[in-house]
């Protein structure tokens, strides 16, 4: 008998195993990443998302905390064929519902051929199908959340070191932590900031780059980091991945749209446009840039031509909608790093000032 529920947009209630207990609702998306499931359960870009995993087994390699990208789990709940007994009390110990003994190839190509879709889910011995409709009709759009940023930023700065050889200002817009560790593994300070820090704090700080991180949500929302772009625009480098890359085009005047079912999983080509080399990249974003504006599309997905790589020479601007930092993998797209800091020349510095 079910004591797991799962309730969709469209009408329909699955039958789950419940692994952890709890009611809860999010936007339900799916990865097809079959390792890293503990690297995406950190991720605070999936923050109220409801997390499918397409691939069948979760858990085979067990759950260290060396692997984590954040402090936390971020979806609100993990959906998957079977999970293992490790991820199932890892989950519960972060009191994060979690459902397994569902058909999840169905799901996955629901929300292929529907988008991505509102859902509900109750789970535990209390469970009922009415509990998880009921999850469901609370349930908002990602675009409405206004402030989500809040809920995944660091609340006060800090400095990850690297040795000094660069400063880099990182707005943590929901920041993976191997994008700190990337830039201090090739000797930069990074500084990393809360999402809505002030121009006058990046002042002071005089950094050679500043870098806007990934996150969850509507770069429409993140309204202080695109100000902020804007302030420093031909003042400093500019880098970007993922939500950073969105907020970097909607500072130079472009526009992004929310995609159908996004890009989330490891196995994503991108095919650059002057080289026209393709590499494999790990990606989780449902919004993309539409429009880049005033930058130059440098790489493309291949399967959807969405922007995957944008720059600028004249204001010394790069990004990537893809994570470069991957982990688990794959690491085709590591030199990102070098060319961002490459950005700063030779150790030259440039004085930062706020309008």
């Not at 690297?39 to 923050?47: F, H, N, R, V």
């Not at 199932?88 to 999840?104: C, I, N, Q, R």
């Not at 030199?335 to 004085?351: K, P």
Request: with cysteine; proline share 5%.
């Amino acid at each position: 008998m079910a004591d797991a529920y799962v309730a969709l947009a469209d009408g329909r209630v699955f039958e789950a195993r419940a692994r952890a207990p709890g009611r809860t609702r999010g936007e339900l998306v799916f990865t097809t990443a079959y390792t890293g499931y503990e690297e995406s359960l950190t991720d605070p870009s999936y923050e109220e998302q409801v997390l499918t995993f397409s691939y069948p087994l979760i858990g085979n390699y067990g759950v260290r905390a060396e692997r984590f990208e954040s402090d936390r789990v971020h979806p609100n709940a993990a959906v998957a064929r079977e999970l293992t007994d490790d991820v199932a009390a890892w989950l519960e110990s972060e009191g994060v519902p979690a459902v397994d003994h569902l058909d999840t190839r169905e799901l996955v190509t629901s929300v292929r051929e529907e988008g991505a879709m509102a859902c509900g889910i109750a789970a535990g011995p209390d469970a009922t199908p009415e509990a998880a409709k009921a999850e469901l009709d609370e349930c908002v759009g990602m675009s409405d959340h206004l402030d989500i940023g809040k809920q995944v930023s660091t609340d006060e700065p800090y400095t990850v070191d690297g040795g000094g050889d660069y400063d880099v200002a990182l707005v943590d817009c929901g920041m993976k932590g191997s994008i700190a560790s990337s830039l201090a593994e090739r000797g930069a300070d990074v500084h990393v900031l809360p999402y809505d820090v002030d121009a006058e704090t990046v002042a002071d700080l005089d950094p050679d780059v500043l870098f806007i991180s990934n996150g969850p949500g509507d770069p429409a929302n993140f309204a202080a980091a695109t100000d902020l772009v804007r302030e420093f625009t031909g003042e400093v480098p500019l880098a970007g991945i993922c939500l950073g890359q969105q907020i970097v085009a909607r500072a130079f005047d472009g526009e992004t749209e929310k995609m159908a079912f996004g890009h989330r999983g490891v196995n994503q080509p991108v095919r650059d446009l002057e080289t026209d080399q393709v590499v494999m990249t790990t990606q989780n974003h449902g919004y993309s840039v539409a429009d880049p504006g005033d930058l130059e599309v440098t790489q493309v997905n291949v399967n959807d031509d969405t922007a995957e790589g944008l720059k600028s020479d004249e204001f010394e601007v790069i990004t990537r909608q893809y994570h470069p930092e991957a982990n688990p993998g794959p690491h085709d797209s590591l030199g990102f790093f070098d060319e961002v800091l490459s950005l700063v020349g030779n150790g030259s510095r440039h004085t930062v000032t706020a309008d």
